[in-house]
């Protein structure tokens, strides 16, 4: 939950069934797709809480509708992580203390583009990004 979060924890039932949606669509993605490592999708949270504490060799991201610098998801990802981490924030964006509280628990902004997604899509969209150019990297080569 952040400060232009439209998703509101009073809404609890309404809450529990998108989360158990959310939990089957994946299930049944794993088994479409043949994957092995089963998501787990967390309950809706304050940002406090989902942001945790930072593990050594760690890769936060937080992905955003505005250029606030930094380096381009390539270059992230050009190191080895043992765990990424990706945020993305509500439809109406992310407060201006909020990204001050992302950067000051090392998550690191990445530009999403002109465009503006839902957070459903740009979930989708960052996770597509990261493991394309994780699964890639190797083939690399530095002109």
Do not use: N
């Not at 945020?87 to 992302?102: K, N, Q, R, V």
Request: charged share 25%.
């Amino acid at each position: 939950f952040t400060q232009y979060c439209l998703c509101r924890p009073e809404r609890h039932g309404e809450e529990a069934r998108k989360l158990e949606r959310w939990r089957r669509i994946a299930r049944q993605a794993l088994q479409q797709s043949g994957g092995l490592e089963q998501p787990f999708i967390e309950e809706p949270m304050a940002l406090l809480q989902a942001v945790g504490r930072r593990e050594e060799g760690d890769l936060r991201l937080f992905f955003h509708q505005e250029p606030l610098g930094g380096k381009t998801l390539h270059g992230y990802l050009s190191k080895v992580a043992k765990i990424v981490t990706i945020l993305i924030g509500p439809e109406g964006g992310l407060a201006g203390e909020e990204i001050s509280f992302l950067l000051e628990r090392g998550f690191l902004p990445v530009f999403m583009g002109e465009t503006v997604l839902r957070s459903e899509t740009a979930a989708l969209y960052a996770l597509a990004a990261v493991r394309t150019i994780i699964q890639e990297r190797e083939a690399w080569k530095l002109a």
